[in-house]
Each structure stands twice: as C-alpha cells, then as structure tokens.
C-alpha cells in the first residue's frame, strides 16, 4: 500500500506524544499485559489492520518478550515506540474515526508503519532471534 497521502510529521507527533505514557507503562506489569491484551483483539477485529501490518505480531510478541525478560537485545526506546503505536491503536481519539469503513483504520495502519520503519533492523533482529530460539526447542 502506498501512503503517502498521510501526514508523516502529524503522525510523529502521535508516537512522540505517547511516549511518556508507554514508558511509564512498562514498569506495570499489569497494565502492559492489558493493552498487549487490547491490541491482539483489535487484531482480530479489523484483519486489514492485521494484512496491512505483517509485523504487527512480531512486534507485539517482541513487547511480551522484553517485559518478561527473555528478550533484552534491544533497546527499551525501541519498545517504547511500539507501545506508543499501540496505545493509538487501541485509544478512542483517532485522525480518523475507527467507525469510517476502511478509511478508519487506514491512520491505526499509517502510525504502526511508521512505527515499524524507524525500528525495523530491531524487528527483524528480533524475528531472528525468535527462530532461532524455537528452532533450539524444537531440536
């Protein structure tokens, strides 16, 4: 999909926004299982969110990783910045409303692009490390 029609700067503003609210996240435990929670069912429910964003899984499966300590080769800014994309995901206040057919998704897509283009060496690092490690366990 090609979006430049969206407004990257406004959509930096959005992940800069929440970053002090994901990183503040983090240090509860409860609360970053709730919003993974959260994110994983808005998945399910609009599955062009889910075929538009083909690292969406990974990233969320990275934040589980790093929280419980399996996965500490990254940076926490780095998952700070996939925490902030997902509080805009699952927040009530889009740049465009959830309810608008397509349309309504298209910026939840924009801002987890986004938010997959400045970590994706960490994404893949990470996708790596994941198969590796299932490749071990299988053995």
């Not at 929440?18 to 240090?27: D, P, Q, R, T, V």
């Not at 889910?50 to 790093?66: E, H, I, R, T």
């Not at 897509?109 to 994404?123: S, T, W, Y």
């Amino acid at each position: 999909m090609n979006y430049d029609f969206i407004n990257t700067e406004k959509i930096k503003e959005v992940l800069d926004s929440g970053m002090e609210k994901a990183s503040s996240l983090l240090k509860d435990r409860k609360q970053i299982d709730n919003v993974i929670d959260m994110v994983q069912a808005k998945i399910r429910e609009t599955p062009l969110l889910g075929s538009a964003v083909g690292d969406l899984p990974n990233m969320v499966s990275m934040v589980k990783s790093y929280i419980t300590k399996e996965y500490d080769a990254v940076s926490p800014k780095v998952i700070i910045t996939i925490v902030s994309a997902f509080l805009y995901l699952i927040k009530q206040k889009d740049l465009i409303r959830d309810n608008i057919p397509v349309l309504g998704q298209l910026d939840d897509i924009a801002v987890c692009v986004l938010a997959m283009n400045f970590i994706a060496p960490e994404i893949r690092a990470y996708a790596q490390w994941k198969e590796e490690r299932e490749a071990e366990a299988a053995a």
